[in-house]
Nanobody, 122 residues
Framework: VQLQASGGGLVQAGGSLTLSCAVS????????IAWFRQAPGKEREGIAC???????YSVDSVKGRFTISRDNAENTVYLRMISLKPEDTAVYYC?????????????????WGQGTQVTVSS
């Protein structure tokens, strides 16, 4: 399983970005794919996931601002981020597990992408 995260960059507060996680080696639609982020000096935290049933889950800090979605034809999972805040600054990672899960804890996920930097300036 390989995951390739992309789409990060520098954006002003209030702006938007869409991250992509290209999945290869598996059919992503039968896995749970999650987005995590890790800010400097902080633990890696799960922020959103989409499972094999297409159900999506997100943490309160990003609800209403971040949307996770999947394009089965492209085997890609997206994270659309709007109304970005400086506190959203982090390296963003996508991860996969074959379990049909709603859990966003790191120990559940077996495969990880390399991360993409998102920087939100105030």
């Amino acid at each position: 399983v390989q995951l390739q995260a992309s789409g990060g960059g520098l954006v002003q507060a209030g702006g938007s970005l869409t991250l992509s996680c290209a999945v290869s080696g598996i059919t992503s639609s039968i896995y749970t794919i999650a987005w995590f982020r890790q800010a400097p000096g902080k633990e890696r935290e799960g922020i959103a996931c989409i499972n094999s049933g297409g159900n999506t889950y997100s943490v309160d800090s990003v609800k209403g601002r971040f949307t996770i979605s999947r394009d089965n034809a492209e085997n890609t999972v997206y994270l659309r981020m709007i109304s970005l805040k400086p506190e959203d600054t982090a390296v963003y990672y996508c991860a996969a597990t074959p379990r049909n899960s709603a859990t966003m804890t790191t120990r559940v996920y077996d495969s990880w992408g390399q991360g993409t930097q998102v920087t939100v300036s105030s």
